[in-house]
């Protein structure tokens, strides 16, 4: 069974203008769909075809012989979650649970916020910003490259990704800028308390 591409969760101008078509065009159009490309033809004929996508990122993780499967089905994972993390009109303060559980783990809104931040856009080089469940309390990480939560034991709730390619086009070289839009004009909280 190949992977396929799964479809974006609104139409590619939706989250203009904090993140551009132009954008999407690029990182779904292109950067998304070479993993699913990728990943197809690591699995095609293998043990491997059939397996999940959460299977063969937990097969594969932390196995230097198999880094091409981990790091192009993480990447099919963490994309497909953060497209899913971003909503029209999304952002600001949360509600209900999503803000409770947030307030118990970090004191206020604002501290998980900037906390959330500092994570982005302190992650060297390429990779991504998280908001997990570590047992049963919420916590921030953030991982290099393909790697996830889901590899070392954690829930993700809520990703941004940090990969230039996210928000070069629309951002150039000012990645806190793109962090504040996403967290202050995109954030699907919806989605987040759907994952608790």
Avoid at 10 to 15: P, V
Avoid at 40 to 45: R, S
Avoid at 83 to 109: D, Q, R
Wanted: with cysteine.
């Amino acid at each position: 069974m190949a992977f396929e591409l799964p479809a974006l969760p609104y139409a590619k101008d939706a989250l203009a203008p904090h993140i551009s078509e132009e954008t999407l065009d690029f990182h779904y159009g292109k950067h998304h769909n070479t993993y699913v490309v990728n990943l197809n033809k690591l699995v095609e004929g293998t043990e491997n075809e059939n397996k999940s996508l959460e299977d063969l990122i937990k097969a594969s993780a932390g196995d230097a012989s198999k880094a091409g499967v981990f790091n192009n089905a993480a990447q099919i994972w963490n994309h497909t979650f953060y497209w899913n993390c971003m909503k029209p009109n999304g952002g600001g303060k949360p509600s209900g649970k999503v803000l409770e559980m947030i307030e118990a783990a970090f004191g206020s809104y604002d501290k998980f916020r900037e906390e959330f931040k500092t994570a982005c856009v302190t992650q060297f080089g390429s990779g991504w910003g998280w908001l997990v469940l570590d047992g049963d309390k919420m916590a921030i990480m953030k991982t290099p490259n393909a790697d996830l939560p889901m590899a070392h034991g954690k829930k993700a709730l809520l990703t941004c990704d940090v990969w230039e390619h996210a928000y070069y086009i629309d951002f150039r070289n000012r990645r806190p800028d793109y962090v504040d839009t996403f967290l202050d004009h995109l954030v699907n909280w919806e989605w987040v308390e759907s994952q608790l």
